[in-house]
């Protein structure tokens, strides 16, 4: 997912911008201000994950000014334990620069997994707990009759993305859905169940930016993620509204503890996948 149209840095560099032309905008018309977009020092970034069945991987970057091209430094030699709510423990191996893995402890369904490290001299640490599994029953993929659609204008065409699941009535339940097509990450999605509690759900994955042409391949994750982890996916929504989006922009939420970029995520894990016809 490295190859992504929005990876977590470039969503955190637009984030950080929208408050700083917010504060611009508010303020020109009775004030003079200078903003510098390249006085924020480099902070870490945390990308966890642990599925079911499926090893721990950790990536850690910093952060780059406004003015630097989106390369990203990664982070080196960091020691990362990982444990879970039964007493298992880990020190990740870092199998590449900057990417950190298990390799004894994987997940499971109810375990809750905490994370700690401690690297520049600043120690975080992160818990999230994978939920039950719900059932990713089907994927619908249809031209849109709409100019434009849920794609883009060009020259491809539009397409609906629709996924469909049935939501337990007894419990609370967040999902983060991940396009990938042709292999490349696209975009993501989430949803919790306020209004669909014990429902039937079909929900339709809107993006402006999605381009399909026949013959592509459209991969369609589905996880069931804490509310930790929701609120953090969640927090970028207004992102594709800008700066005057009728919600104020703010810092993006975060649960790793000790930092303020990232996330650790258990969760499930259920695909499917279709060709553009």
Known sequence: MNKSHLTIENRIKLRVFFLMFLAFFLTSCTEKIDTDLNSSSSQIVVEGNISIDEPAIIKLTESVNFDENNIFPKVEGALIRISDNTGNTEILTETEPGTYKSYILTGKIGYTYSISFETDNKILTSNSTIPNQINFDSLIVKESSLSGGFGNSGSTNSYEVIVKYSDPIDENNYYRFVEIVNGEFSNDHVFDDRLTNGLK????????????????????????????????????????????????????????????????SAHTSQERECIIQ
């Open 201 to 264: 759900v079909e929900n339709t994955l809107k993006s402006f930016k999605r381009e399909l042409s026949q013959g592509d391949t459209l991969k369609i994750i589905m996880q069931c993620i804490d509310k930790n982890v929701y609120e953090y996916f969640n927090s970028f929504s207004n992102l594709s509204g800008g700066p005057m989006n009728s919600s104020t922009p703010a810092n993006p939420y975060t649960n790793i503890e000790g930092g303020i970029l990232g996330y650790f």
